[in-house]
């Protein structure tokens, strides 16, 4: 959890209050929560951005934080990323994998069943996996099209067969898209689901109310009796909910002013530092950046400190040219990193052909919110070193059809991957059509292909970082900075956590928390 | 004066007709179109070309207009391109809540406006009048955005009083919907009041300053009576034209203060859609906007040529 939290908080207590404050501090203060045991009852209050009037419960179309956030209240998943990211069982209660990793046995949980009665069975989960495959429109179609088929074993167990060994097959499945519904289930807008709530009441992009329910599986989870979501897609407004005590958390918090919310003494900021990072691509096939010493130039031609301080306010950590976070167990760890050197930009600048190294940077806060402000950071620290930016301001409107992968030089993120194998296959491989630097490198693919198939940790973790060197070198994003998600909870909720992959504790909030008495 | 009236209709609907036209060549123009906004980035030129026929958007834009505006006459404003629901569906019962917070806060700022502006005209140069015209013109130079934060930070955060969200739903009780709809309304009135306090009192003192008024006082009769029964009703177009302005302003000018507020009424309604790229809800949102505007315009010169006792009466020739 924070650790600004509780520093300023306490110097400012100590001022405001003396020393009887700082006492309540350490009474109420995060290491002894965890010890609590969880409580009944209360309606927990979530004030989430990111929903629309047009929003329902497909599972399919999942994508943005309140839809997420209410379907895991009403369905679970197959496998669940925990806040260590690590693969837990979910409605998959074990797994294991035949020699190569090409096939697997999955053993489906026993006694659950659905909110209108129905016991859980491998006809749903096959049904609910079969929505994403085929000639569907799911989000998550690409993620189960290396899968092959879908045997039904038994009435509690499945095999999956792949087209090539996956060792992270478990860690595909957690996806947020692949919740289980009963077998035929189509009526979207009324969600039927194994989860720990029921929808009571839901105006799509507005708010929803949802109640416990009372069978629930997970042991320790649903403490609540009730959950309202409120939809606030404005951070002032949202702010301003959570100061005035009519939410109990809130997402997305402001870089800007989340030091000054941190300060206050009912709340709690969340830093979940995981995969979501910041890229200026540079396209490898379109002039200059087809020529590796022109990416190098603009890859040693940024401040990365100084732009983690502006855009982010610090929260965040320092990426070194690749984007597997430091939460993953495969991040190169001895990879040295990268810095702020006008002199080695210079040279590769020259070396391309360059003096200076005149590029156009396509800006737009769509690429995230203080993108425009983070290419002025950038311009005024490459023009010291050799490389002369001009700045190209985008409407955000269009900027992922218009600028995205169409311009030379651009700004962009990536959320996280919950395993370094999907976030290289997806945005560097060369084959994939989001690789969008358009780099091209044989032995890359070829390595990210046979560590996909490896069961052995160990050589995994080698070629893991073979990669990301390459990636380093060669590659055409410059990854500036990983940032941090936001959340900010007032103390009165219980059992929070940071979680390595989404904020809102991997959008699984609701289920986890109790409420102080 | 009939003929007058009919003439000031007959603009009107022009001015509607022509807001149409604007309505459907500004969306046509924005950036990106909704088949690639839907698709995003899985989108295939072949998945793209199937979608826009589908939505129709292959066919030429002037028939896409005429189709359009033939559907907005005879009450059917299309289906939201991302959800396939009717847009009426989704936009009347927002429509509801917008006029409803207007009418909260049109109740209590229109005779509280007037009457304080009558009030101050009656003790002109006294504290009262300049106390009255200073808050006024604060209120007026503070953009609604800031004030609404202002009051949110007094009202809310640091005392509790009342809550921040106008987090309303359907069948929640009366009791919680004022709660819940105070602040908005606080801000609607603070911005409305000043122009109509303002008007009003300029309108009564420049009446005042009429002989007939004179007249009225070498009658002998009181201040409060000749203000009351010689001034005001002579001043009545020109505030009637002012109050019909700022319930124009009430119900178009409520985007910013819905966002505050996270009230969910059209403005945020409008919001919503043009990110989502959705065209039938936002040409209808800015048609119902539009026509809240030209009409409510329509009505206060309406009422001005009825109000206007030359008009009226009309005697032949003016001199």
Not at chain 1, 97 to 113: L, N, P, S, Y
Not at chain 1, 320 to 326: A, E, M, V, Y
Not at chain 1, 489 to 510: E, I, Q, T
Not at chain 2, 130 to 154: K, M, Q, T
Request: glycine content about 8%; overall charge negative; aromatic content about 8%.
């Amino acid at each position: 959890m924070t650790k600004l939290h509780d520093m300023s908080g306490i110097s400012r207590r100590g001022l405001l209050a003396g020393a009887a404050g700082m006492g309540l501090v350490g009474l109420s203060g995060l290491p002894l929560r965890a010890q609590e045991a969880p409580r009944k009852g209360g309606t927990l209050k979530l004030g989430i951005s990111g929903g629309s009037t047009t929003d329902d419960f497909d599972i399919r179309k999942l994508a943005d934080w309140v839809p997420v956030n209410q379907a895991y209240m009403v369905m679970n998943g197959l496998v669940e990323i925990d806040s260590d990211n690590i693969a837990q069982p979910e409605l998959f209660s074990a797994w294991d994998a035949e020699e190569g990793a090409a096939a697997w046995v999955f053993d489906i949980r026993q006694g659950v069943t659905f909110h209108n009665g129905k016991s859980l069975t491998a006809d749903d989960v096959i049904y609910s996996l079969n929505l994403h495959r085929g000639e569907s429109s799911s989000a998550a179609r690409s993620i189960l099209a290396p899968i092959t088929g879908i045997e039904k074993l038994s009435d509690l167990q499945i095999r999956i067969t792949l087209e090539s060994g996956n060792a992270d097959l478990p860690y595909l499945l957690s996806d947020y898209h692949l919740l289980v519904v009963p077998e035929g289930f189509d009526d979207w807008s009324n969600p039927v689901g194994t989860g720990p709530f029921i929808p009571e009441r839901v105006e799509p992009g507005v708010r929803g109310r949802f109640v416990r329910n009372e069978s629930y599986w997970k042991p320790g989870c649903a403490n609540v009796d009730a959950v309202e979501v409120v939809v606030i897609n404005d951070v002032t407004a949202r702010t301003n909910a959570l100061m005035s005590g009519q939410v109990h958390a809130i997402n997305a918090v402001d870089f800007k002013t989340v030091t000054l919310l941190g300060r206050n003494p009912k709340l709690e900021i969340v830093r979940s530092a995981g995969g979501q990072h910041f890229t200026f691509l540079m396209d490898c096939t379109k002039a200059p950046f087809t020529d590796v010493n022109a990416r190098l130039a603009i890859k040693y031609a940024v401040d990365r400190e100084q732009l983690l301080k502006t855009a982010l306010n610090g929260f965040g950590q320092l990426g070194n040219d690749h984007p597997i976070p430091q939460t993953d167990r495969f991040y190169n760890s001895e990879l040295a990193q990268r810095a702020y050197d006008p002199e080695k930009a210079t040279f590769h600048a020259k070396k391309a052909g360059f003096d200076p190294l005149a590029v156009t940077l396509s800006a737009s806060d769509a690429a995230f919110s203080g993108a425009v402000d983070a290419a002025a950071v950038f311009r005024t620290a490459a023009s010291g070193a050799g490389v002369d930016v001009t700045i190209k301001r985008e409407p955000a409107d269009g900027y992922w059809s218009d600028v995205w992968m169409q311009v030379p030089f651009c700004m962009s993120y990536w959320g996280g991957r919950p395993t370094a194998d999907q976030m290289l296959s997806i945005a560097y491989e060369s084959t994939s059509s989001y690789n969008d630097t358009r780099w091209s490198n044989e032995r890359f693919d070829a390595l990210l292909k046979e560590a996909r198939a490896l069961l052995d940790e160990e050589k995994r973790r080698e070629i893991y970082w073979e990669c990301q060197a390459l990636i380093h070198e060669d590659g055409g994003a410059m990854i500036p900075m990983f940032g941090d998600y936001l959340d900010a909870v007032s103390k009165d909720v219980k059992g929070v956590k940071p979680h390595a992959m989404f904020n809102l504790m991997g959008a699984r909030m609701a289920e986890k928390v109790w409420l102080d008495a | 004066m009939v003929s007058l009236i009919a003439k000031r209709a007959g603009l009107g609907l022009l001015t509607l007709w022509l807001v149409s036209v604007l309505v459907f060549a500004g969306t046509e123009i924005l950036p990106g179109d909704v088949a690639g906004a839907i698709l995003g980035q899985s989108a295939t030129p072949e998945s793209l070309a199937a979608l826009r026929s589908e939505l129709g958007l292959d066919v030429p834009a002037l028939q896409r207009y005429f189709d359009w505006l033939g559907g907005i006459l005879t009450g059917d404003m299309g289906r939201s391109m991302a959800s396939g629901q009717p847009v009426s569906d989704l936009l009347w019962p927002r429509f509801r809540n917008t006029m409803a917070l207007a009418a909260y806060a049109g109740v209590i700022a229109v005779p509280l406006a007037v009457g304080l502006g009558i009030l101050a005209a009656a003790k002109r140069g006294t504290i009262f009048d300049r106390a009255a015209n200073i808050a006024a013109l604060a209120f007026v130079s503070l953009p609604e955005y800031f004030l609404g934060l202002l009051l949110v930070l007094w009202l809310s955060v640091k005392t509790g009083w009342l809550p921040s969200l106008a987090d309303t739903y359907e069948g929640m009780g009366l009791t919680a919907w004022f709660t819940a709809t105070t602040l908005p309304m606080l801000v609607l009135v603070m911005v409305t009041m000043a122009q109509i306090l303002r008007m009003t009192r300029t309108t009564v003192l420049g009446v005042m300053d009429q002989p007939y008024i004179e007249t009225a006082f070498l009658k002998g009769l009181k201040n409060g009576r000749v203000v009351m029964r010689h001034a005001a009703p002579n001043a009545a177009a020109p505030i009637v034209n002012v109050v019909s302005f700022n319930i124009a302003y009430l119900i178009t000018g409520v985007v910013l203060v819905e966002a505050v507020f996270n009230y969910n009424g059209l403005g945020r309604f409008m919001v919503d859609a043009v990110s989502k790229r959705d065209l039938p809800m936002v040409q209808a949102a800015a048609m119902i906007f539009g026509a809240a505007y030209v009409i409510l315009n329509m009505i206060a010169d309406i009422a001005a040529i009825a109000l206007n006792p030359r008009l009226r009466h009309p005697r032949g020739k003016e001199a």
